[in-house]
Nanobody, 115 residues
Framework: QVQLVESGGGLVQPGGSLRLSCAASGSILSIYAIGWYRQASGKQRELVATITSSSSTNYADSVKGRFTISRDNAKNTVWLQSHSLKPEDTAVYYC?????????WGQGTLVTVSS
């Protein structure tokens, strides 16, 4: 019964910033990692960033230096802070939680980068 809810998406101008959140609820035990993925219209879903239970992080080359993933265990929330946004960052962003034997996806939040 674990659920993930993304929020924080919206319309921003190129070069702007946006902070996305992924809030988890339910009985969460022994998570492996939480990742942010994105899917642009007509394209495959791709990995953006991940953070493990030990706070190790990884980023796609396309967002390195511009995006930062972080977590707040007390609030069961993972954040994705983005800067210097580009039109090619436009996509629906999803969070994903991996735990022993399964994974859970959120519904997604739309980020549109346009002037």
């Amino acid at each position: 019964q674990v659920q993930l809810v993304e929020s924080g998406g919206g319309l921003v101008q190129p070069g702007g910033s946006l902070r996305l959140s992924c809030a988890a609820s339910g009985s969460i035990l022994s998570i492996y990692a939480i990742g942010w993925y994105r899917q642009a219209s007509g394209k495959q879903r791709e990995l953006v960033a991940t953070i493990t239970s030990s706070s190790s992080t990884n980023y796609a080359d396309s967002v390195k230096g511009r995006f930062t993933i972080s977590r707040d265990n007390a609030k069961n929330t993972v954040w994705l802070q983005s800067h210097s946004l580009k039109p090619e960052d436009t996509a629906v962003y999803y969070c994903n939680l991996k735990f022993p034997g399964d994974e859970v996806w959120g519904q997604g939040t739309l980020v549109t980068v346009s002037s």
